[in-house]
C-alpha cells in the first residue's frame, strides 16, 4: 500500500516512527511533512495527506499533530476522506472494520510512542467489513456528504 503522512511540528517524533514502522511493514509512504521543527499549520499538512488519498495518491493517510482534533477535523473537509482520531487499538481497527476510515489521525502529545505503533498498525492491518449493516451506514454517511438530510430514513 502507499501510505500518506502529514503532520504539523507536533507531530515530528511521531511521524518519525511511523514512517518506520510504515516501511517496514512493506508499505510505500508518500510524504508531504513537515519535516522541520518550526511550527506548522496543520491544516495545510492534513489537506495535503487528504488530497492524496482522495486523488488515488495513496491508498491510506496518517495525520498528526498535537491532539489530533485539528487535523482530523482539516482532513475530514476533503470529500471522499473519512479520517478518525483514534487513541487506541480497538477504535482504530473499528474505524477500519466499520466506518471504512482511510485517514487516521493521531496526538503525537496524546499517545506515546508504543501505543501509537500499535494503533498503527491495527489500522493498516484491518479491511472495511462487508457486512451489510456496515456497508448500509456507510452508504448514509456518503449520502450525507452528497447533502441528504437523511430524512427519508425516518
Ligand atoms: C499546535 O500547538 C496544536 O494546536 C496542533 O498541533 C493541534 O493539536 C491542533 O489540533
Known amino acids: 500500500m502507499r501510505v500518506a503522512i502529514g503532520n504539523d511540528h ?3 517524533a511521531l511521524r518519525a516512527v511511523l514512517i518506520e514502522l510504515v516501511e ?4 510505500e509512504v508518500v ?7 518550526q511550527v506548522a499549520d496543520y491544516p495545510v499538512f492534513a489537506a495535503r495527506a487528504a488530497r492524496a488519498v482522495r486523488d ?12 489530533g482534533i485539528g487535523s482530523s477535523i482539516a482532513a475530514n473537509k476533503v470529500r471522499g476522506v473519512y479520517c478518525a482520531l483514534c487513541s487506541d487499538v480497538y477504535s482504530a481497527r473499528m474505524a477500519r472494520s466499520h466506518n471504512a476510515a482511510n485517514v487516521i489521525a493521531l496526538g503525537g502529545r ?3 510512542v508504543g501505543l501509537a505503533t500499535e494503533i498503527v498498525r491495527a489500522f493498516l492491518g484491518t479491511e472495511p467489513s462487508a457486512e451489510p449493516r456496515h456497508v448500509r451506514r456507510r452508504e448514509l454517511v456518503r449520502k450525507l456528504e452528497a447533502g441528504s438530510d437523511l430524512a427519508e430514513q425516518g
Open 10 to 12: 507536533a507531530g515530528l
Open 56 to 67: 488515488g495518491q495513496a491508498d491510506l493517510g496518517i495525520v498528526i499533530c498535537g491532539t
Open 31 to 37: 510524504d508531504f511533512g513537515t519535516d522541520e521543527l
Open 24 to 27: 517496514s511493514l512493506g508499505h
Open 110 to 112: 496524546v499517545v506515546g
